[in-house]
């Protein structure tokens, strides 16, 4: 018995029981990513405080080098002696590589052993060995329990391992655990005696990083500041939960991006709320003026849509965070099985209610103007009945959504791919721009998406003559519904057609520029571990090996260092790189703006620095400029001479400077990468192979590239990131694949007498299947053409706005994921149509005929 | 349904209509849709005074103008200009949400299509003005289920629309626009979607609560023999009066309309 006129809203669901499922699940969706992202990034974050809690919870201060440079050798002396310290032990990094039994370096992240070398008396991190005991002496080794136990490797074993000065077996004396039993995944650490891993690592004086513990606890902070002081600039001191924040910082760019392109989905499923409810408010005109005549007020009614949405929108959402639940542990397992440090999940309040918050606020602002729509339905409509769909283009809706569209066209390219260095408040332009840009979209859809459908229902009538006919009847009878039914398409399809072309512009346009500067014929790099990475350790035996073979031109050693440039913007590091300007000119040719190359490598030999685009741009550097150098080992104001003119394989900033200035300032005297250039007149194939044989034998830890395998490798990073992207953007199709099937469905019920006709005069079943089919493909082709080329309109305005940061980017266009899209879309035509086709070919003819 | 033929017959003799004032005033009524070019004057000037408790019939050719009439009668919609009164209560002018509550409180509409919730019993949809009013259902729970009765239906209280025929469906909504105990009953072709004997059930309800309850009916339609169950016919062309006959015989008015319809040439 029906209680109120309020509870008329719910009751009125029933009736229409697949369109409010239909619309519902758009909410589910769209929740569900949120809340799974969030709970995702939450988790991450969470497990980041716990590992950084267990490796250093018992210290209260860390003191590394700034760029991660090498401190001298008193500064553990130095900080013994000071006040308020009670105990500082230092350690020696190093990278080393484990091998399998055939003495090949294991790829990839599971062959990675991060070791520390230190004084056991004085230990820089929390541990407890739980079985065996500490190293002592020579080539000991301690391994972490659960890494261990990974990769079955048991007390007393010798593993065999890569390091920078060669082959070496290592003892397994103790197994040990970081306090708290958190997993690190795959990342293997290891604790071998001081002097062992500075010989190994060939790294004879001086500290990585140190770890301090106060006398008093509560006074942490004021050690902290007291140390940076006498300290002084070269170092960083930071709180263990300081150095967190940093890492946290970092990847505060990939989570925005990350939380964007989930919030997709729900905006393509508030979208489907408006289409659903317009369509339900259109249909329900006559009921609603009867209301009117009864004395419903305006706002009454407006009253009603509103809570049926909300009735939705709240079961939506309570379903949505149930999915994301699901979804967030399904990824943290999928993360853990490749290895990646990932603890358990970790649900706080604030996910929940922002992922609650935003599903109901989508679920609020896709009905509104349906409200509005029925709250303007005159009484008279209870007896005139309903108004057809106007045929009219609506031009000056058209021009206010071009209106929205353009700003985020022309600014977009540099608010999300440009430095970030107005930090997270571009971010927040950035996605308020994008969504504007999308409001524009559906506004503006008509005029667009209505002439594609007149012109892709011709060769559909040529195709299909009858079934094609009727549906694009159907389809130009209500263009309005057709163009947003389409435009929901077109929002989701056309970030993906972004996404891809900006991937492939980026990857060209470094392919290019490779092939146009590179004029080495080898990179000697550690496996896995490119120069933009920071690289890893390779020894100088190394470099005066492959100096000495046969057919050896140039061989000239890289070094690099990440960190926070002075004075740049953004939290992401950029890249130091040390070269030797004497012959680095012989295996780079990157031209430079405001000198000659030459002249500008002769600077840097001077002690000068050449800077690329992006960190002029984010610290306003000009050519003359000085940019003020602070390392462990020293400082010093380096001019900068010379911007390079194209794109970097480094896509922060970055900046180039002697292996001289890198030593005297940062203390880095290892080299990370080898560039080799065989001799004029000498086989490079031969050259290429005496390399590989010698890296093989005796540092399999390291890898010979030739200028193909860069480009390969700098595709597969690249790849990476853009295919998951395109992964979670996949939802959003998915949402607007729910609208098309509701709008057919809605087809189905208007035409039923027409289907009824049809029927009554011999059409088979199979006929008035083919033609929701039709209908189908006209919305879903529609929707992608117009995605696929205003995704590729924008790529292009974005890649050309972005010229002035990465110069020489060029438009690259992505073929592959353009035929994808448009497969696909042809694909989800055929499956949307799949339940309406069946419901329409069921209508029996004598009842449909009769239909009112 | 008690009444007789005959019983119906002496009492329409037999009743004086409430003198003490007329039930609807119209003056100078008119109404005009769009403008320039394409500008239709729906109604060009009407006169018309209802007594309490007539039960009048509006007829007409399509496009006399004879349902913007009803509509304007029953707040649906507002006058271009002219005077409009129930019971010397004007709302020609009142703003919409005026206007709604004026309907809601004085007017009890029927529909040619029922426009009966399909989502709701019979009874739910008797029900529905009195929660539109903001009402506790249970307060006109007992007029609901007399009324239902008076009908007919009282056994069909928790059906669905969708399981009472076109008749049955539209005695629900005679119900319904009793519920609130409208000054007026206003019709607009109560009997055009039904088969003639569905139809005269509905019409003998018609003057069944026109003569017992004593509401006013207007009642537009262009099926002279329902017009005919009025106790006066008026005639509406090109958006003016265009003379009245006195019900009752369905002979007459088929008369009059086609003299009209002639005259118009």
């Known amino acids: ?579 030797d300007p004497a012959a680095f000119g012989q295996v780079d040719k990157t031209p430079v703006a405001g000198a000659s190359r030459s002249a500008a490598l002769a600077g840097v030999a001077r002690g000068g620095v050449i800077i690329n685009r992006g960190y002029a741009d984010s610290a306003g550097l000009h050519v003359g400029d000085k940019v003020p150098l602070r390392g462990p080992a020293g400082s010093r104001a380096a001019p900068v001479v010379g911007i390079l003119k194209t794109t970097t394989t480094f896509s922060g900033e970055m900046m180039q400077m002697s292996l001289a200035t890198m030593r005297e300032v940062y203390g880095v005297h290892t080299d990370n990468e080898l560039l080799v250039k065989a001799q004029p007149g000498a086989s490079t194939a031969v050259l290429g192979r005496r390399i590989d044989a010698y890296v093989n034998r005796a540092h399999p830890n390291l890898e010979s590239l030739s200028t193909a395998d860069v480009k390969n490798q700098i595709k597969r990073q690249i790849s990476q990131q853009f295919n998951f992207f395109n992964a979670i953007l996949a939802i959003a199709v998915i949402v607007s694949l729910l609208g098309v099937i509701n709008t057919l469905a809605m087809s189905v019920v208007e035409r039923t007498r027409e289907i009824g006709v049809l029927r009554a005069l011999g059409a088979s079943r199979w006929l008035v299947r083919a033609s929701m089919l039709d209908e189908s493909l006209l919305i879903t082709v529609a929707g992608a053409i117009a995605g696929v080329a205003i995704g590729l309109l924008i790529a292009f305005v974005w890649v050309a706005g972005l010229d002035s940061l990465m110069p020489g980017i060029a438009f690259h266009f992505p073929v592959g994921s353009t035929v994808a899209v448009v497969f696909a879309a042809i694909a989800l035509g055929v499956l949307a149509a799949v339940l309406p086709a069946r419901r329409a070919a069921r209508l029996k003819p004598v009842e449909a005929l009769s239909y009112e | 349904m008690s009444t007789t033929a005959v019983q119906i017959e002496q009492r329409h003799a037999a009743s004086r209509f409430d003198r003490s004032g007329p039930a609807i005033e119209v003056h100078a009524l008119t109404k005009t849709y769009g403008a320039g070019a394409t500008k239709v004057d729906a109604l060009r000037g009407v006169d018309l005074t209802i007594a309490r408790g007539e039960f009048v019939a509006i007829m007409g050719p399509s496009g006399s103008g004879k349902s913007t009439l009803l509509h304007i009668l029953g707040a649906l919609e507002s006058s271009t200009s002219g005077t409009v009164a129930v019971r010397g209560e004007r709302y020609d002018g009142l703003d919409d949400k005026r206007l709604t509550r004026f309907r809601r409180d004085h007017i009890g509409f029927v529909f040619q299509f029922f426009n009966l919730l399909g989502s709701l019993t019979a009874l739910e949809n008797v029900l529905l003005p009195a929660l539109i009013a903001r009402d506790r259902p249970a307060a006109h729970m007992e007029r609901a289920q007399a009324l239902l009765a008076t009908v007919g239906l009282a056994d069909r209280a928790d059906h669905l629309p969708s399981e009472l025929s076109g008749g049955e469906q539209q005695r629900v909504s005679i119900a319904r626009a009793l519920l609130l105990e409208p000054e007026i009953v206003l019709a607009d072709e109560p009997t055009g979607n039904l088969d003639s004997r569905a139809g005269q059930g509905v019409l003998r309800l018609l003057r069944e609560v026109n003569e017992s309850e004593g509401h006013t009916v207007v009642m537009v339609t262009h099926d002279p023999a329902a017009a005919a169950a009025a106790d006066r016919v008026v005639f509406l062309r090109d958006g003016q009066l265009a003379g009245e006959v006195p019900g009752g015989s369905t002979a007459d008015v088929v008369r009059f309309f086609t003299t009209l319809d002639r005259g118009s040439g």
């Open chain 1, 1 to 579: 018995m029906l209680r109120s006129f309020d509870a008329l809203a719910l009751r009125q669901m029933r009736t229409r029981r697949l369109r409010v499922l239909l619309t519902g699940f758009g909410i589910v969706l769209g929740v569900g990513m949120v809340f799974g992202v969030l709970l995702l990034v939450g988790t991450i974050r969470h497990t980041f405080d716990q590992l950084i809690d267990a490796a250093w919870g018992k210290s209260d201060v860390i003191v590394m080098g700034q760029g991660n440079g090498n401190m001298p050798e008193n500064t553990v002396a130095r900080l013994r002696t000071m006040p308020g310290v009670r105990d500082a032990g230092g350690m020696v990094g190093a990278l080393f590589a484990r091998l399998d039994p055939n003495g090949n370096a294991i790829k990839g992240q599971k062959g990675h052993m991060l070791v520390a070398g230190f004084d056991t008396r004085h230990p820089p991190f929390d541990y407890r060995v739980q079985s065996g005991r500490l190293m002592q002496h020579g080539p000991e080794v301690i391994v972490e329990k659960a890494w261990a136990r990974r990769h079955g490797i048991h007390l007393g074993d010798r593993v065999g391992v890569a390091t920078p000065t060669g082959r070496v077996r290592l003892h397994v004396v103790g197994i040990f655990g970081f306090g708290g039993n958190v997993s690190f995944g795959d990342q293997g650490f290891a604790g071998v005696p001081l002097d062992e891993a500075r010989r190994l690592s060939d790294q004879p004086s001086g500290w990585w990083q140190i770890s301090v513990s106060a006398s008093d606890r509560s006074q942490a902070e004021a050690l902290r500041t007291r140390i940076a002081a006498t300290l002084g600039p070269g170092f960083e001191v930071k709180t263990p939960k300081g150095f967190g924040a940093d890492l946290q910082q970092q990847l505060q760019g990939l989570n925005v991006v990350l939380y964007f392109f989930s919030g997709i989905a729900l905006f393509v499923g508030g979208f489907l709320i408006l289409n659903s409810f317009n369509m339900t408010v259109l249909q329900r005109m006559r009921e609603i003026g009867m209301l009117r005549t009864l004395g419903a007020t305006r706002r009454m009614v407006v009253r009603t849509v509103l809570l049926e949405a909300l009735a939705i929108g709240a079961v939506g959402t309570a379903l949505g965070l149930g999915l994301g639940l699901g979804l967030s542990l399904g990824l943290i397992s999928l993360m853990k099985g490749l290895g990646l440090p990932i603890g358990g999940l970790h649900v706080t309040l604030m996910p929940v209610v922002a992922a609650a918050v935003v599903g109901l606020i989508a679920t609020t602002l896709g009905a509104l103007w349906p409200a509005r729509r029925a709250g303007r339905i005159s009484p008279v409509r209870a007896a005139l009945g309903g108004v057809h769909a106007s045929r009219k283009l609506p031009v000056r809706r058209a021009l206010i959504g071009l209106a929205l569209f353009l700003p985020g066209l022309i600014f977009g390219g540099s608010l999300w791919f440009g430095n970030q260095s107005s930090g997270p408040l571009s971010g927040v332009i950035a996605i308020v721009g994008t969504m504007l840009m999308f409001v524009g979209m559906s506004l503006a859809a008509g005029v667009i998406i209505g002439p594609l459908v007149r012109g892709l229902a011709v060769p559909l009538r040529r195709l299909f003559p009858t079934g094609g006919r009727l549906a694009s009847d159907a389809a130009q009878s209500n263009p309005r519904r057709t163009a947003s039914t389409a435009v929901m398409l077109t929002i989701g399809l056309s970030v993906i057609v972004v996404n891809s072309a900006m991937s492939a512009s980026f990857l060209g346009s470094i392919s290019d520029q490779i092939d146009r500067v590179y004029a080495r014929d080898f990179t000697v790099q550690y496996v896995g571990l490119p120069i933009e990475q920071g690289g890893g350790p390779i020894g100088p035996e190394v470099r005066r090996e492959i100096a000495a073979m046969p057919g050896a031109g140039v061989v000239t050693p890289v070094r690099a260092v990440l960190y926070k440039l002075p004075k740049a913007g953004g939290a992401q590091p950029g890249l130091a790189m040390g070269v």
